[in-house]
């Protein structure tokens, strides 16, 4: 059973970065869109951006200028920094598999992890 | 960028009560939609992928349908381990898009 579990300080000044780590168990990192997606308190989900195994990216065009994913197959790691983060970008925050479905080209996000609270405050 | 809206925002609804929400896109994503439950203080669960298909574990009560720019997912008797939020999320383009969430109340 593939596990993800995102790991990070849960608390962020603001102006710094904001970096996670998702550890990915019980199956291999190649193959699949890796995703990080947020969720700000009593808000809906907005998605991040993903790495695909291979290393090229796609990222929220809104928050382009300040993410980064990458990832460490050595490690069947994945990561995102943020930066120069403010209280707005106070979420918790979730990793997650993309999954392509050969038959429509569609992709999902079918394993999550738990998801982990990010404050940013001073 | 992709805009996804969903229908209605909240509903109240009772066990055994067939349950409609809509989720309309902005431009036309052909099939390219996927749907999520998500309760509270847990992780979104995948739900219907590609508009219509049921995810492996997913009860049969669930359905999803639609392409182009309207799609619908369908609860056909609700359970009172459906009460949850339900999010709709397209793939269409590289950029990603959730909707706003639907909340399914208990009435």
């Known amino acids: 059973q593939v596990q993800l579990q995102e790991s990070g300080p849960g608390l962020v000044k603001p102006s710094e970065t904001l970096s996670l780590t998702c550890t990915v168990s019980?199956?291999?990192?190649?193959?699949?869109?890796w995703s990080w997606i947020r969720q700000p308190p009593g808000k809906g989900l907005e998605w991040i951006g993903y790495?695909?195994?291979?290393?090229?990216?796609n990222y929220n065009p809104s928050l382009k200028s300040r993410v980064t994913i990458s990832v460490d197959t050595s490690k069947n790691q994945f990561s995102l920094k943020l930066s120069s983060v403010t209280a707005a970008d106070t979420a918790v925050y979730y990793c997650?598999?993309?999954?392509?479905?050969?038959?429509?080209?569609?992709?999902?996000?079918?394993?999550w992890g738990q998801g982990t609270l990010v404050t940013v405050s001073s | 960028d992709i805009q996804m809206t969903q229908s209605p925002s909240s509903l109240s609804a009772s066990v055994g009560d067939r349950v409609t929400i809509t989720c309309r896109a902005s431009?036309?994503?052909?099939?390219?939609l996927n749907w999520y439950q998500q309760k509270p203080g847990k992780a979104p669960k995948l739900l219907i992928y590609?508009?219509?298909s049921l995810q492996s574990g997913v009860p049969s009560r669930f359905s999803g349908s639609g392409s182009g720019t309207d799609f619908t997912l369908t609860i056909s008797s609700l359970q009172p381990e459906d009460f949850a939020t339900y999010y709709c999320?397209?793939?269409?383009?590289?950029?990603?898009?959730f909707g706003q969430g639907t909340k399914v109340e208990i009435k």
């Open positions: 019980g199956g291999s990192i190649s193959s699949y869109y």
């Open positions: 431009q036309s994503i052909s099939s390219y």
């Open positions: 997650a598999r993309g999954v392509e479905d050969t038959a429509m080209v569609d992709t999902f996000l079918d394993y």
């Open positions: 590609a508009a219509s």
């Open positions: 790495i695909y195994y291979s290393g090229s990216t």
């Open positions: 999320q397209q793939s269409y383009i590289t950029q990603w898009t």
